[in-house]
């Protein structure tokens, strides 16, 4: 079955520490794979997206994700959190010719940043 | 540019009430989609749209309705309201169903939040 599998539902991290959110996945076509940023009372906003490639790729506001075929993850990473960064990040994972109504989000993950 | 503007934000029904949420999209998008979060759970897809006059359900799509007469607009109808439905919904648009291609990608309006009471 086609699954996204957020491991960690929250994470808290000091600011000016780095940071790791997993995704793991569980597709049986070629992924398309995205993440997504929710501040509060917000909409999901596009942190970056792997279509093809090379499988370091870099996203807005300074986020980076590496795609491991291997392990079937997909995780993202930021060098420095900033306390601005706190909000819930959603993995995604999709097929390049099925559209939105194909594509499977995970639950989320919560990040905390503390001073 | 507004993109995918949802109306209203916050709404609280009584159980068997009926309402519509709104959703329109200024970047000419021929697909729309209506999703639902609560709360530990990835978002739901109720019913999406691949052109006007064109809809289908997702996975969710029992106490809902939709229809899409114009290419810019897709409004979901709650037909007598339940807890169940109590939620927050989501909807977007994408140009097409060729995600990747040409920056392609799906745009997220803001949220509506509803309570069922």
């Known amino acids: 079955a086609q699954s996204v599998t957020q491991p960690d539902i929250h994470i808290t991290v000091s600011e000016g520490a780095s940071l790791e959110l997993r995704c793991n996945y569980s597709?049986?076509?070629?992924?398309?794979l995205f993440w997504y940023v929710q501040s509060p009372g917000q909409g999901l906003q596009l942190l970056l997206k792997?279509?093809?490639?090379?499988?370091l790729v870099q996203g807005i506001k300074g986020f980076e994700a590496e795609f491991k075929r291997s392990q079937s993850s997909f995780n993202l990473r930021k060098p420095s959190v900033h306390w601005s960064d706190a909000a819930e990040y959603f993995c995604?994972?999709?097929?390049?010719?099925?559209?939105?109504?194909?594509?499977?989000f995970g639950a989320g993950t919560r990040l905390f940043v503390k001073a | 540019n507004a993109g995918v503007t949802q109306t209203p934000k916050f709404r609280i029904l009584k159980i068997g009430q009926s309402m519509t949420l709104q959703c329109t999209q200024d970047?000419?998008?021929?697909?729309m989609y209506w999703y639902r979060q609560d709360p530990g759970m990835g978002l739901k897809l109720i019913y999406y749209?691949?052109?006007?006059?064109?809809?289908d359900k997702g996975e969710v799509p029992n106490g809902y309705n939709v229809s899409r007469s114009t290419t810019e607009d897709f409004p979901l109808r709650l037909e007598l309201a339940a807890p169940s439905q109590t939620s927050v919904y989501f909807c977007?648009?994408?140009?097409?169903?060729?995600?990747?291609?040409?920056?392609?990608?799906?745009?997220f309006g803001e949220g509506s939040w509803l309570t069922v009471v």
């Open positions: 995604a994972v999709g097929a390049g010719n099925t559209g939105g109504f194909k594509t499977i």
């Open positions: 749209s691949v052109g006007a006059g064109i809809t």
């Open positions: 597709y049986g076509a070629t992924p398309y």
């Open positions: 970047m000419n998008h021929n697909y």
């Open positions: 792997y279509f093809s490639g090379d499988t």
């Open positions: 977007a648009s994408s140009l097409d169903r060729f995600l990747g291609q040409a920056g392609n990608t799906i745009y």
